[in-house]
């Protein structure tokens, strides 16, 4: 059996791709931070990939792409399948070239991100919701491309595409006056990390390079584990920019060669970066883009010293998630508390869990009760936020001893479901 030759982007179409992309990607900064230099203890400098033209990297693949295919494949027209930033893409792309084009979206995509999609795209380009998840619309676009033979434009597991991406690699060279020690970029399908690594790999060899995804749905990671490309059975989608069951075949061929490491980081640490990055630096940036930033802290003490640069990978975030993006943050930093409380069905019962059992600092943020006047004890659902997380402990003891506490919710997954 012969074994087919796995494909690795050469620097020639990398740079053929930089050509193509001048008049259309943005040259992005290249960004010495200050604030997290001086926490880390190293310099930190941020790729503003969230300055781009549609706020993400994903216009450098998407028109890497769709500006090689040929004459036919343009005349036919182009699908693809995208929750949001490949869809943005794709969309200016085909108004660029003035190549009619059908995105595929899941149903629940928020109207703010589909009406993105139709500014960037105008007429040359159709919005197709289908089904609850990407899978569902992936499989919608995969099935319109096999029917009428159209080109599909794959989000990350494309030759093209992943030159495209790699783009960015080349920039941050050209724009660093420092030998870079570290580089770290989010992992979704691996695009981008594929695409960038083999730059590195060439041109900057002494650099390590580290690896970030979800840990929600850390498939890059798994894979690498196992030594071949694995499909996650479940994964949990906030992160949607970085959200893939499994990772393309070529990305992956490319990361387990290239990595240094690939980390995890929690979905509530990111939340935190994403409300620091705003409230200190007035800075958008998505779940996706906040990763190579939220991984810091674990690498804390290799840093200290060091040149790292991070790449920033969009800037797409829905206002309607900010709601779920605090109560992330404040669940992550031991801020946030849910309890089942068994109020004794008597007058005053309330009043007193206020005055004995709360603390000073204390905030009752989140309550459910209805009286049933048969039981000695009524439960109800309270959310309590604290101004330190060494206040939980005198809490539950305060509870405890007045017998209101019932149960703990944060640590029973089938309850807490309900609430987060």
Request: net charge negative.
């Given at each position: 059996m012969v074994k087919t030759e796995v494909y690795y982007p050469k620097?020639?179409?990398?740079?053929?791709a930089a050509e193509r992309l001048q008049d259309v990607a943005s040259l992005t900064p290249l960004q010495l931070n200050d604030l997290y230099s001086a926490k880390y203890g190293c310099n930190v400098y941020f790729k503003r990939e969230d300055l781009q033209t549609v706020r993400s990297y994903k216009i450098r693949g998407a028109y890497n792409k769709i500006s090689t295919i040929s004459p036919d494949q343009r005349a036919s027209g182009i699908v693809c399948a995208s929750a949001g930033n490949h869809a943005q893409g794709v969309a200016m792309s085909c108004q660029v070239l003035?190549?009619?084009?059908t995105i595929y979206m899941p149903s629940p995509t928020p109207?703010?991100?589909?009406?993105?999609?139709?500014?960037?795209?105008?007429?040359?380009v159709k919005v197709v919701l289908h089904g609850d998840t990407y899978d569902d619309a992936y499989a919608a676009a995969f099935a319109e491309n096999q029917k009428l033979g159209k080109c599909f434009i794959h989000p990350f597991?494309?030759?093209k595409v992943i030159e495209g991406q790699a783009t960015v690699g080349l920039e941050?060279?050209?724009?660093?006056?420092?030998?870079?020690?570290?580089l770290i970029m989010p992992i979704g399908g691996g695009g981008l990390s594929a695409g960038v690594s083999t730059v590195f790999k060439q041109l900057s060899p002494q650099t390590k390079i580290i690896g970030v995804e979800p840990t929600g749905a850390p498939s890059m990671g798994t894979s690498i584990f196992n030594r071949q490309n694995?499909?996650?059975?479940?994964?949990?989608s906030f992160v949607d920019g970085a959200a893939v069951k499994r990772v393309g075949e070529r990305n992956f061929e490319i990361c387990q060669k290239n990595l240094e490491q690939v980390i995890s980081v929690s979905e509530g640490a990111i939340c935190q970066t994403i409300l620091d990055m705003y409230n200190q630096q007035a800075i958008v940036v998505e779940p996706a883009g906040a990763m190579s930033i939220t991984v810091l802290e674990q690498l804390r003490e290799e840093i200290k010293g060091k040149n790292i640069v991070c790449v920033v990978s969009g800037s797409n975030n829905d206002i309607t998630r900010t709601a779920e993006i605090k109560e992330r943050a404040l669940l992550q930093s031991q801020l946030k508390h849910y309890f089942i409380v068994r109020f004794p069905q008597r007058a005053g019962a309330l009043r007193e869990f206020v005055e004995k059992v709360l603390g000073p600092n204390d905030d009752i943020t989140h309550f459910e009760y209805t009286k049933k006047t048969n039981r000695i004890n009524g439960s109800a659902v309270v959310g309590i936020e604290l101004k330190s997380p060494a206040d939980f402990d005198s809490l539950v003891e305060r509870m405890k001893s007045l017998n209101f506490y019932g149960d703990y919710i944060n640590e029973n997954p089938t309850l807490f479901e309900f609430l987060v």
């Open positions: 620097m020639k179409d990398i740079e053929a003035k190549i009619q084009g109207v703010q991100k589909i009406d993105q999609v139709k500014m960037h795209g105008g007429s040359y597991d494309d030759e941050i060279l050209d724009q660093s006056d420092v030998s870079i020690d570290y694995t499909t996650l059975d479940n994964i949990e």
